[in-house]
């Protein structure tokens, strides 16, 4: 039944936000945009060539998010679900067509995430020529760490990125590594899509993606960033 006393037949769901770095005010999330296969090993690695295809894009959603470290529940409907660390960009200031060399001006800050693969699901949606969202936006496929503002970080294009299982390292690569670099990932992305401020960006995962099972310990790390942690449970 309508509530009289509200504008929604609902109650609609809260704001999706991320902590930053030393403040009490939280980052509002508006969408999450991936990278697909943006770095060269990683590219070879799911048989593709590295050289520079255009990026793609493909999308999570705000709910799929994991904060603070919190654990992650092993989804259904898999039986090969993969670990792809990732350097996040979050947007400050949107806009559209924004240029390379102007690109930089629109971060607000950078985040470390994982972006949770259920990879079986991805290789069927591939061979059917179907969108990859059943293998790739699925409730707690975004563990990610709170944002760092570019202002503490600086801008970042290089720096070691790594992600340990059980201790055992399994990703590991540098930010100069990237095929499409952030400047231009903004620039590719916003001629396709009209960015806005509080939007996130995971811009692609290093070679070395695995499959992990309940009761790993997933470690990441990135330069200027720091550590993200999750348990599989």
Not at 100 to 128: C, F, P
Not at 131 to 158: C, R
Not at 176 to 190: D, F, G, M, R, Y
């Amino acid at each position: 039944m309508t509530n009289p006393n509200s504008s929604y037949v609902f109650a609609p769901p809260a704001t999706v936000s991320v902590g930053v770095k030393g403040q009490a005010a939280r980052f509002p999330v508006r969408r999450i945009y991936c990278v697909g296969r943006n770095y060269a090993e990683h590219a070879r690695e799911m048989g593709h060539d590295p050289d520079r295809e255009l990026p793609f894009f493909f999308q999570k959603n705000p709910d799929n998010l994991v904060l603070d470290n919190q654990d992650f529940p092993y989804p259904t409907m898999t039986k090969n679900l993969h670990h792809e660390i990732e350097l996040v960009v979050a947007i400050g200031e949107g806009g559209r067509d924004i240029p390379a060399d102007k690109a930089l001006a629109h971060v607000y800050g950078y985040a470390l995430g994982i972006d949770l693969t259920r990879r079986d699901l991805q290789n069927e949606a591939k061979k059917a020529g179907r969108p990859w969202e059943i293998g790739k936006a699925f409730e707690h496929s975004a563990p990610m760490t709170e944002i760092v503002p570019a202002t503490q970080s600086g801008h970042l294009s290089k720096g070691a990125i790594w992600l340990k299982v059980n201790g055992e390292v399994r990703q590991q690569s540098d930010l100069t590594q990237l095929i499409w670099n952030i400047p231009e990932i903004i620039a590719h992305l916003s001629a396709s899509f009209e960015l806005r401020a509080g939007d996130l960006i995971m811009t692609g995962t290093p070679a070395g993606v695995a499959a992990v099972q309940p009761g790993d310990v997933m470690e990441g790390f990135c330069e200027g960033i720091g550590t993200i942690v999750t348990k599989v449970v």
